[in-house]
């Protein structure tokens, strides 16, 4: 179903829900188990996903780590976000820190 920009921007701004992913991963280092969050917003066209450093270069980074995706008015709004979130799993399996806990 096409959706236009504007269409998905109103339908994310709308939502119910924080605009976040919650994740669990497990702390490489320690074995503990924690959660990533990815505060979700919109930056001119496209879905940004911020989050902690996952790796040694993020942490020495002076910008914030952030996954995104183009919006796709294509697709649906849930589609884009499904993106966004693939992005940030992919991120997580790339990660010095984090991985992901065994299921």
């Given amino acids: 179903m096409y959706s236009s920009h504007k269409t998905i921007t109103e339908q994310f701004e709308s939502m119910d829900t924080l605009p976040m992913f919650e994740i669990p991963v497990t702390d490489i280092r320690t074995q503990e188990q924690d959660y990533i ?5 919109i930056q001119d066209s496209k879905f940004i996903a ?3 450093p996952l790796n040694k270069e993020q942490v020495l980074s002076d910008k914030i780590a952030f996954c995104s995706v183009d919006i ?16 940030c799993i992919e991120a997580i399996n790339n990660s010095s820190f984090y991985e992901l806990p065994e299921e």
Avoid: W
């Avoid at 969050?37 to 917003?41: L, M, N, Q, T, W």
């Avoid at 796709?72 to 992005?87: A, H, I, P, R």
């Fill in 50 to 52: 911020q989050h902690i």
């Fill in 37 to 41: 969050i990815f505060d979700i917003s």
């Fill in 72 to 87: 796709d008015s294509f697709f649906s709004l849930d589609e884009n976000l499904q993106e966004l979130y693939d992005k």
